[in-house]
Every structure is written in C-alpha cells, then in structure tokens.
C-alpha cells in the first residue's frame, strides 16, 4: 500500500535552517506529482509547495517562496524540503503528500518549531 515516512523536524532557532525528507513506497513514485502542506495550531492545513514528477517544475506558497525549495530523487523514492531563514510563523507539522489513483495519501508529518 502506499506509505510517505517524512521525517528530519526539530526545534531550530529563527533564521535557521531543516531539510525535510519524505521516503515514499507503495507506488511508483517517479511518476506522481508530489507535495509539501503544514498545519500550524489552530490553523487549516496549507500547501506549501509541489513538484512535477520530474522534478523541472516546482509550486510555492507566498508564504515560502525564496525560501524553501522542494525537490525530488526518484531513484531513491524520496522527496524533500529545504527550509531556510525559518521563523516562527514556519512552526507547524509538515506533511507530504501524493494522490494516486483518485485518492489522496498522506504522512504522518513532522513537527517543526521555530523559536529562540
């Protein structure tokens, strides 16, 4: 079945920097869109960024753009979230996430927390 494992969250201090990894199985991940969301408290979940499968085109929220860059290696089945010049407005858990088949898969995210 299909399984998104991300993983590399923490607490960074602002300004900081995390890349985020999602190890993706289950289906043949070099041909699905794939996409980064988070959820801060008390927040809905936003998408932060998407990227083709081959990786040449890629979508960012206002929010991030010029600061995160999502990108994708398809041999080892893993998507990933540069993050730089965090702050704390960034604190959220990350999810990554696909659609196959018509229906929508998810991770069990990650917790990132800006804070000093």
């Known amino acids: 079945q299909v399984q998104l494992v991300e993983s590399g969250g923490g607490l960074v201090q602002p300004g900081g920097s995390l890349r985020l990894s999602c190890v993706a199985s289950?289906?043949?991940?070099?041909?699905?869109?794939m996409n980064w969301h988070r959820q801060a408290p008390g927040k809905e979940r936003e998408l932060v960024a998407t990227?083709?499968?081959?990786?040449?085109?890629?979508y960012y929220a206002d929010s991030v753009k010029g600061r995160f860059t999502i990108s994708r290696d398809n041999a080892k089945n893993t998507l990933y979230l540069e993050m730089n010049s965090l702050n704390p407005e960034d604190t959220a858990v990350y999810f990554c996430s696909t659609r196959v088949a018509s229906r929508n898969y998810w991770g069990q995210g990650t917790q990132v927390t800006v804070s000093s």
């Open positions: 990227i083709t499968t081959g990786g040449l085109s890629s």
């Open positions: 289950g289906f043949p991940f070099s041909r699905y869109a």
